[in-house]
């Protein structure tokens, strides 16, 4: 029940394209879903973040779309370019033992070519 | 403002050998996180603290020791290293909420 499943493991795409990573959990306690954007030999970083609450959050050329009864939500990143290939895990938080447990995905390795 | 700093970079250990991975963040935050990467993972948690003097175990804390004796350091040890700890260690910071500052890690090799 504390698991976050990831996919696709790897994924290829073109210039101007659309990248979709998608992420499952089971927990209903998660309340709280971020995106971190990590490149090699860096640590991740934030991309960005959604709460249960609202189906939808756009920033930029990120999109994270979010399906409460179905226990999904989803990465969309709008006209990919080069400077995007890198690992993106999908996460999830709730609140345990007096800090905020965060459960990370796989990760999926994003490499947009030119 | 530096962030999360982690020293060093990179460690090969032998087998049997300790070690400790130090953290350190400018950022005046309370919780403190070390995470272990491994190929095709996600982060798991080894050790938190949420705040000077008080830690807890994660997920995966089984060989490694942690302390937190001021707010600043969350260093990391590793006693009697064995090849399943090699790994990129991570450490992270937060202030209260969700949101976790990552060092840029640290390689170690246990040979």
């Known amino acids: 029940q504390q698991q976050v499943k990831q996919s696709p493991q790897s994924l290829i795409v073109q210039k101007g394209g659309i990248s979709i990573i998608n992420c499952a959990y089971e927990?209903?306690?998660?309340?709280?879903f971020p995106w971190y954007q990590q490149f090699p030999g860096k640590g991740p970083a934030l991309l960005i973040a959604?709460?249960?609450?609202?189906s939808e959050k756009k920033e930029g050329r990120f999109t994270i779309s979010f399906n409460k009864s179905a226990k999904q939500f989803s990465l969309h990143i709008m006209d990919s370019q080069p400077g995007d290939s890198a690992t993106y895990f999908c996460?999830?938080?709730?609140?345990?033992?007096?800090?905020?447990?965060?459960?990370f995905g796989a990760g999926t390795r994003l490499a947009v070519h030119p | 403002n530096a962030g999360v700093t982690q020293t060093p970079k990179f460690r090969i250990l032998k087998i049997g050998q300790s070690m400790t991975l130090q953290c350190t963040q400018d950022?005046?935050?309370?919780?403190m996180y070390w995470y272990r990467q491994d190929p095709g993972m996600g982060l798991k948690l080894i050790y938190y603290?949420?705040?000077?003097?008080?830690?807890d175990k994660g997920e995966v804390p089984n060989g490694y020791n942690v302390s937190r004796s001021t707010t600043e350091d969350f260093p990391l040890r590793l006693e009697l290293a064995a090849p399943s700890q090699t790994s990129v260690y991570f450490c992270?910071?937060?202030?209260?909420?969700?949101?976790?500052?990552f060092g840029a890690g640290t390689r170690l090799s246990v040979l």
């Open positions: 959604i709460r249960p609450d609202v």
């Open positions: 950022m005046n935050h309370n919780y």
């Open positions: 992270a910071s937060s202030y209260s909420s969700d949101i976790q500052y």
């Open positions: 996460a999830a938080s709730m609140r345990s033992g007096g800090y905020n447990k965060l459960i």
């Open positions: 927990n209903t306690a998660f309340d709280y």
């Open positions: 603290s949420v705040g000077a003097g008080i830690t």
